[in-house]
């Protein structure tokens, strides 16, 4: 059965994705840099509540605020959301390249990523709504096996129909055990190797 669908994680995908920017941000507003350094900032932070949209930017932002030791105003949220966008970088222009190349062949480009509300907005020119399945819309993140069969059953898709891009091998091997194609992502790398998988699909 041949790929129709192609579905692309954001970060380090789309867009390289460096959470130190955050900490760094952080670090220069914590009251207790000592403590802070001691537990690694931001990187001792559970973030699935928030990825999963169990709680508002509002919860998030005071529980991230108690767990670095600054103090919780309404102005932080806004902080925190612009420390997020700054640890991204502009769009892979490989992952560009591949994913107008796929489009143009007829393939179904989609968007699945671990991802906080608060990053909607790189989304929305990638793809179609209806195409972009975020972990805090659907109260699941990856390697949750659960997250990929809502998102087959929202394509309609059998696994087999489908091709995951994702720059974790614990993602991948999630969704290849769900029977779905996957191939990690490497930047110098992925066109030929998906261009490869595709030919080897459709010879079949």
Do not use: W
């Amino acid at each position: 059965m041949p790929i129709k669908y192609c579905i692309f994680d954001i970060g380090n995908v789309c867009y390289p994705f460096a959470p130190q920017i955050f900490n760094d941000g952080l670090a220069k507003i914590t009251t207790d840099i000592k403590a802070f350094d001691k537990m690694n900032g931001i990187f001792s932070f559970d973030f699935d509540p928030f990825l999963k949209g169990e709680i508002s930017i509002t919860e998030f932002s005071k529980a991230l605020c108690k767990h670095c030791y600054i103090p919780y105003s309404k102005e932080i949220e806004t902080l925190f959301s612009d420390l997020n966008h700054q640890s991204l970088g502009p769009f892979i222009p490989e992952t560009k390249s591949l994913m107008d190349e796929l489009h143009n062949q007829g393939y179904q480009i989609c968007l699945l990523s671990n991802i906080t509300a608060d990053l909607k907005d790189i989304t929305l020119h990638i793809t179609d709504d209806d195409k972009t399945f975020l972990s805090f819309e659907l109260g699941l993140i990856k390697p949750d096996p659960r997250i990929y069969e809502i998102v087959l059953q929202k394509l309609n898709a059998k696994p087999e129909e489908v091709l995951f891009i994702d720059d974790l091998q614990k993602n991948i091997n999630a969704a290849q055990a769900l029977g779905i194609h996957g191939i990690v992502y490497h930047r110098e790398s992925i066109i030929q190797e998906v261009k490869q998988l595709l030919s080897d699909q459709n010879n079949k």
